[in-house]
């Protein structure tokens, strides 16, 4: 297990607020209970009595719900014929919310900018017939790299309105992981900006995607949006402006009828091995999901500002800061910035300035500000907040307590949210109101998921026993498939445990009947809330001719979580020294991204594997978190040359 937990002393689960009791969409644990059983005893009545009221379809389907997991086949809403855009714009404009605010944007250097709904229809419908012009079509895929701009929802919601798939790739990714990306699902337009602003620094983008595209024919145009009016090349015949061909763009622009599984979009996600896989989300169960989940675990009201400080090139920003929040008909704040730009005290600032009601963060932020010390919290109105909410990982209990009563003041409830790219939403969360919390524990399932915690194949855990974590069932907005690999999707989340899907984390559940996460029992390495896999952290060291061979594991980090620490073994010719290992940081970082960054680097002559050759990074993350007493290496009989590890027990801290 990478994240181990002391335990929580303080036993009493903590109740919701009275005040916010009073105005929640779910009042109680029994009102949980009874709309939960009937999710799972009455599957199809529930979702079809959620999906006719939640959700404007064009036609209905025929038949709520097909699958076949041991195939991989998921089908929701057979028939049903719906758009996305259409559900997030146009449905609103017909009521009160047309002159609302749709998003809210708070820029890196504090410039601020407000689309009400219908301003964002008709960015939308524009950019849609924009992406005509250049030859975009139903089921095309179409690549954004984009920072966190208002425009970067409108190209999605635009991709949605006429049937093509975005692949959003996070703005902080190499051109390698560019170009793999784009590649993988054969992208024909790239849509980016000049460069990105963030934390006051400034990044290449539009350079980033000029070295992806070289060579790659797949690309026909590359849409560049004028963000910072920084030098870049614009190639004839391939590149074009967006403002200019905005200009050109008629403002109506007619919803393409999309089949609720119709793809909606493309995810590219870190796994185990190998390179990071496309998770496949479709139109209709994710929309439902995503809305639902907004409106039950986010408790919306119609005058809240919410806001979730996710970057929308990750799972949590498609679904909780554009596709939910709209849907639902919120106010989405999208914030270009980080947390301690200009100081620590960026997030409170904005919570101020908007005076958000509902603030959705990863643990990671929270660590780094609680070590920036209250002082920055203490002059910053934060009456405004009545939920807070967190994800990507474990929250340690020590931070959830602070979140509780130095940010939250002890009146806002905290939803811990645990959920995956592959899950489209959140599977398990408390939901405010309703559900009393306890520190450290995502609590509940939501409606329609069946969560257990497997011994092996055929056992459940006891009370309090850690496993693996599976679904029982898909539910509307699981992952429909790896695009264009569907033996790595059997292969990786449905063949483990027939009949379930596989969530690579480990949990228990408590007396309470509460879930608590305790990390991924695989080799995903979570930095700072974003997954790596070990496996393209040491494919990109081998990359180097000084590298023969690697071996990452994650270590504890006590703002990101984890970090990541590598072993390499050294090519003939090098020796180890300082400077090499700085190049070879330096080069992770180039290949894949600053996300991707290595702690340390730890040069060693031989790694530990077993006889069939299996390297056991258990000993080698025991050994980079400090352990040099080799009797608590656990058992290493099983090793090929057990001498190996007195050797790499030796050299740590060395080179
Ligand atoms: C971890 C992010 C504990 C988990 C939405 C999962 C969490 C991985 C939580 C997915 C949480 C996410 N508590 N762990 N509340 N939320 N995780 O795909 O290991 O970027 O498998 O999706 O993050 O990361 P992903």
Known sequence: MCAEF?????????????????????????EYKKMYEDSVKNREDFWARMAEEKVDWFKKWDKVNEEDLSKGEINWFVNGKLNVSYNCLDRHLKTHRRNKAAIIWEGDEGESKTYTYQQLHQEVCKFANVLKAQ????????????????????????????G????????????????????DCEAKVIITSDESVRGGKIVPLKDNVDKAAENLDVVEKIIVLERTSGDINMKEGRDVWWHEEMKKADDKCEPEEMDAEDPLFILYTSGSTGKP????????????????????????????????????????????????PLASGATTLVFEGVPTYPEPDRFWQVVEKY?????????????????????????????????????????????WSWYHYVIGQEKCPIVDTWWQTE???????????AIPTKPGYATVPFFGVEPLILKDENNECDTNETGFLVINKSWPSMLRGVYGDHERFMNTYLKAFPGYYMTGDGAFVDEDGYVRLTGRIDD?????????????????LVEHDAVVEAAVVGVPHDVKGEGIYAYCILSEGYDKSGDLKKDLINHVRDSIGPIAKPEDIHFVDGLPKTRSGKIMRRILRKVAEGETDKSKLGDTTTLAEPEVVDHIIDTKGKF
């Open 135 to 162: 030859g975009v079509k139903k089921g095309d895929r179409v690549a954004i790299y984009l920072p966190m701009v208002p425009e970067l929802p409108v190209a999605m919601l635009a991709c949605a309105r006429i």
């Open 355 to 399: 005076k958000v009601n509902i603030f959705y963060t990863a643990p990671t932020a929270l660590r780094a500000l609680k070590k920036a010390g209250d002082e920055w919290i203490e002059n910053r109105d934060l009456s405004s907040l009545r939920l807070l909410g967190t994800v990507g990982e474990p929250i340690n209990p020590e931070v």
């Open 524 to 540: 995903v390495i979570n930095v700072s809330g974003h997954r790596m896999g070990t496996a393209e952290v040491e494919s990109a």
């Open 6 to 30: 002391k335990e929580f002393s303080e036993k009493d689960k903590i109740n919701p607020p009275k005040e916010f009791v009073e105005k929640a969409n779910l009042k109680s644990y029994d």
């Open 277 to 324: 896989k496309g998770v496949l989300h479709t139109t209709g169960g994710y929309l439902l999901y995503t809305q639902m989940t907004t409106e039950y675990i986010f408790d919306i009201k119609d005058d809240d500002v919410y806001w979730c400080t996710a970057d929308i090139g990750w799972i949590t920003g498609h679904s909780y800061i554009v596709y939910g």
């Open 164 to 183: 093509a798939i975005h692949s959003i790739i996070f703005a902080g990714f190499s051109p390698d992981s560019i170009k793999d990306r784009v590649l």
């Open 423 to 433: 899950t489209g939403g959140i599977l398990i969360s408390p939901i405010p109101g």
